[in-house]
């Protein structure tokens, strides 16, 4: 049977080992912490920047519906408003796409920044 001091002993030896990997625990929870915010910040920024252009493209394209429903002299007219219509769309469309792209090229360089020194840490060489 162990006597009590003996499991005293025991315990004020056990936690020493595990001291350095908790310590290192609170400093990769905070680096994480940072990091989960920072990432968040890319993403809502992305979020909010391809809203901010849908809003823009769904305005533009109603104001484009309301001009090719508006009543015409000729058919003429009409196939005239109909080729502005498409002519505005294709030119829309290629714009929007292109500031699509632009968000994504940007945050997708904010993350590689990111990540970079996680990146390092896990191949050893830092």
Known sequence: MYK?????????KLPTP???PWTNWSAA??????????ATK???????ETAAISE??????LE???DLSSARDTSAN???AFQNFASKSMEAATEN??????????SQRASAKLAKPFGNGASGSQ
Do not use: C
């Not at 890319?42 to 909010?48: K, Q």
């Not at 823009?56 to 394209?61: C, D, L, N, P, T």
């Open 78 to 80: 009409y196939a005239e």
């Open 97 to 106: 796409m292109f500031a699509y792209a632009e968000v994504v090229q940007r």
């Open 42 to 48: 890319i993403s809502l920024t992305a979020a909010s």
């Open 29 to 38: 929870v905070k680096e994480s912490a940072g990091a989960v915010e920072s």
């Open 4 to 12: 009590i001091d003996e499991i005293n002993e025991f315990w004020q």
């Open 18 to 20: 595990f001291m350095a």
């Open 56 to 61: 823009k493209w769904a305005k533009s394209s």
């Open 64 to 66: 484009n519906l309301k």
